[in-house]
T-cell receptor
Framework: QKEVEQDPGPLSVPEGAIVSLNCTYSNSAFQYFMWYRQYSRKGPELLMYTYSSGNKEDGRFTAQVDKSSKYISLFIRDSQPSDSATYLCAMIPLVFGKGTRLSVIA | GAGVSQSPRYKVAKRGQDVALRCDPISGHVSLFWYQQALGQGPEFLTYFQNEAQLDKSGLPSDRFFAERPEGSVSTLKIQRTQQEDSAVYLC?????????????FGPGTRLTVT
């Protein structure tokens, strides 16, 4: 079992939908939790990072961490076609998830 | 200011050739990371520099892989005697922080194809 599990998708949603992306992890030593967005043929771009359990909001994006369940989520409200990308969770010590490919259909 | 740049963007090498991949981090960034990203996978950590010191090279897959950052800015990842399994995108990231590794800024990557 990998330290970080992420469903690779693909996930396809209509424009305006709420998107939920998730990762589970097994290592209790993970401290910081991050979400990156990666467009095709580009490097990953940091969206959000958080340390503690709970929610952190930034515009249409909300990151949620549940350390007791070893589960993190990224919610995207009012999804747009420009949100179509691969979303990677990442944790410190440095481990990335496989990424979930998201398509938002206009 | 400019972001992280990498060169070349694409590299085709014949099996057995040596390659050198360059990373120009954001000016003033202390930390520099190299990753390998296979198709459909997340980035896999290779090595980490803090200034010119290579503090962690635990992710380098074999002794054919070598990285350096002699003056604490530009870094080069060298792969000797390339093999087909080395085909991947090699990503470089830099961070202002001297610890941790969060808030990394990634370059566009170098896509290496070994034929």
């Amino acid at each position: 079992q990998k330290e970080v599990e992420q469903d690779p998708g693909p996930l396809s949603v209509p424009e305006g939908a709420i998107v939920s992306l998730n990762c589970t992890y097994s290592n209790s030593a993970f401290q910081y939790f991050m979400w990156y967005r990666q467009y095709s043929r580009k490097g990953p771009e940091l969206l959000m990072y958080t340390y503690s359990s709970g929610n952190k909001e930034d515009g249409r994006f909300t990151a949620q961490v549940d350390k007791s369940s070893k589960y993190i989520s990224l919610f995207i409200r009012d999804s747009q076609p420009s949100d179509s990308a691969t979303y990677l969770c990442a944790m410190i010590p440095l481990v990335f998830g496989k990424g979930t490919r998201l398509s938002v259909i206009a | 200011g400019a972001g992280v740049s990498q060169s070349p963007r694409y590299k085709v090498a014949k099996r057995g050739q040596d390659v050198a991949l360059r990373c120009d981090p954001i000016s003033g960034h202390v930390s520099l990371f190299w990753y390998q990203q296979a198709l459909g996978q997340g980035p896999e950590f290779l090595t980490y520099f803090q200034n010119e010191a290579q503090l962690d090279k635990s992710g380098l897959p074999s002794d054919r892989f070598f990285a350096e950052r002699p003056e604490g800015s530009v870094s080069t990842l060298k792969i000797q005697r390339t093999q087909q399994e080395d085909s991947a995108v090699y990503l470089c990231a830099s961070s202002l922080a001297s610890q941790g590794g969060y808030e990394q800024y990634f370059g566009p990557g170098t896509r290496l194809t070994v034929t």
